[in-house]
Structure formats: structure tokens, C-alpha cells
């Protein structure tokens, strides 16, 4: 069973960073693509940021781009998204996902809150 789990979260004023990290077990972490996905309330939830399986070629949303970078550790099974200048507009639930045999992310975390105050 692939169990993902988020933490790192937190409320943190605008200008501000943390640094979220995702471990997951029961799948071979570096056979597959990771990626980074939020939820702001009332919204729907909306891509982040990936790293692929291979080449550890990143990619962003527009929104995030030069604020967030992804990265993953393959010895620790960990996925991280460190976010650097943050707005209260990146204020939602983040959630780490990583994808299946079918080349679709399958399996989700839980989640982790982000709040930036402004």
C-alpha cells in the first residue's frame, strides 16, 4: 500500500519561507514522478510543481515559478518543495502525490496546511 505523508507546514507571514517535505513508502520512489499540487478554499486544486523520475527535470506553475523549487532525496524516499517569498495568495492545503504504472499521479498525502498572513 503507497502511503504518502506531508508536514513542514505552518503559518508564516508574507516575505517568508518554509519548506514542506512528502516521505513515501510502498512504492519505488525513484521510478516515478513526484509532484507538488494545492487547494485554496473554494477552489479547485491546482498544480505546483513536479520533478520527474529520471532526470530530476523540474517544472513549476507560472505562479510559483522562481519561488518554489522541488527536489527529492531517493535515499530517504522524501520529496521536498521549498517556498521562499511567500504571499498570501500561496495560502492553502499542499499535497504531495506521486504517480502510477498508468503515468497519472495515484496516490495523495494528506495534507499540510500553509497559512501566509499579510
Known amino acids: 500500500q503507497v502511503q504518502l505523508v506531508e508536514s513542514g507546514g505552518g503559518l508564516v507571514q508574507a516575505g517568508g519561507s518554509l519548506r514542506l517535505s512528502c516521505v513515501v513508502s510502498?512504492?519505488?520512489?525513484?521510478?516515478?514522478?513526484k509532484g507538488w499540487f494545492r487547494q485554496a478554499p473554494g477552489k479547485e486544486r491546482e498544480f505546483v510543481a513536479a520533478?520527474?523520475?529520471?532526470?530530476?527535470?523540474?517544472y513549476y506553475a507560472d505562479s510559483v515559478k522562481g519561488r518554489f523549487a522541488i527536489s527529492a532525496d531517493n535515499a530517504k524516499n522524501t520529496v521536498y518543495l521549498q517556498m521562499n517569498s511567500l504571499k498570501p495568495e500561496d495560502t492553502a492545503v499542499y499535497y504531495c502525490?506521486?504517480?502510477?504504472?498508468?503515468?497519472?499521479?495515484?496516490?495523495w498525502g494528506q495534507g499540510t496546511q500553509v497559512t501566509v498572513s499579510s
Open positions: 502525490a506521486i504517480e502510477g504504472v498508468a503515468g497519472a499521479y495515484d496516490s
Open positions: 510502498g512504492r519505488t520512489f525513484s521510478a516515478f514522478d
Open positions: 520533478i520527474s523520475r529520471n532526470s530530476g527535470r523540474t
